[in-house]
Nanobody
C-alpha cells in the first residue's frame, strides 16, 4: 500500500522561502516518480514539477528558477524548495506518486496549505 504525506506548509510573508516535504512509503513508491502540484482556492489543480528516482527533475515554466526539487532516497522523501514566494503562490500543495512512470499519478497525499501574505 502506497502512502503519501506532505508537510512543511504554513503562513509566510512575501519574499520568504519555504521547504515542503513529501514522504512516500510502500514498495512501489520507493522507486517511483514523484510530482508536486498545487491548487489555489477556486481553481484547478496544476502540476508544478516532478522528480525521478535518480534525481532528474522537470518543472513547468512558471516555477523554473524559483522552485527546486530534491530527493533523499534513503529517507524516501522528496523536497520542494520554494524561494521568493508571492501571494499568488498561496494554495494547497500536493505530492503524488507515479509508480507506472507514465505521467499518471495514482497516489496522492492530503496536501499541505501554504499561505503567503503580502
Amino acid at each position: 500500500q502506497v502512502r503519501v504525506v506532505e508537510s512543511g506548509g504554513g503562513l509566510v510573508q512575501a519574499g520568504d522561502s519555504l521547504r515542503l516535504s513529501c514522504a512516500a512509503s510502500g514498495r512501489t513508491a520507493l522507486t517511483a516518480d514523484i510530482g508536486w502540484f498545487r491548487q489555489a482556492e477556486g481553481k484547478e489543480r496544476k502540476a508544478l514539477a516532478h522528480i525521478t528516482l535518480r534525481g532528474s527533475s522537470g518543472g513547468v515554466e512558471s516555477v523554473k528558477g524559483r522552485f527546486a526539487l530534491s530527493r533523499d532516497n534513503e529517507k524516501n522523501t522528496v523536497y520542494l524548495q520554494m524561494d521568493s514566494l508571492k501571494p499568488e503562490h498561496t494554495a494547497v500543495y500536493y505530492c503524488a506518486v507515479d509508480d507506472n512512470y507514465d505521467g499518471t499519478y495514482d497516489y496522492w497525499g492530503q496536501g499541505t496549505q501554504v499561505i503567503v501574505s503580502s
